[in-house]
């Protein structure tokens, strides 16, 4: 898994981007393990994730944070990598963001299509 690590801040909270090649919804489970198995990403508020599969076509985890799996899972479609998943990882802060936090995911997610 490939971890960019801390991306920005915003009033509190933080946000990083990993993500990796896979194939499966197994693979994606796999990949997901070994993230949360780093301490400090077991203990984020939120792993959020997308992937479009070539397989089982396009699947996303919001893991608590409505709508920013979709976010990725778009900004994946759009650019037409497939067989590859981004996690991006809040850890929040204390002070709700609203919107904001959809433009988050979206620099977060940016910044690891960039580093490809």
């Excluded at 990949?31 to 984020?44: E, G, H, M, P």
């Excluded at 070539?54 to 497939?82: N, Y």
């Amino acid at each position: 898994m490939k971890q960019l690590g801390l991306i920005l801040t915003d009033k509190g909270s933080k946000y990083a981007v990993s993500g990796c090649a896979v194939t499966d919804r197994a693979g994606i489970d796999a990949a997901l393990t070994v993230l949360r198995r780093d301490k400090s990403y077991a203990k984020a508020t939120h792993n959020t994730w997308g992937c479009d599969l070539s397989s089982g076509g396009p699947i996303k985890g919001d893991d608590g944070e409505s709508g920013a799996g979709m976010v990725i899972l778009r900004m994946l479609m759009r650019e037409g990598l497939r067989d590859h998943m981004v996690v991006v990882t809040r850890w929040y802060g204390g002070k709700h963001l609203g919107g904001d936090r959809f433009r988050h995911v979206q620099t977060c997610v940016r910044a690891y299509l960039d580093a490809l």
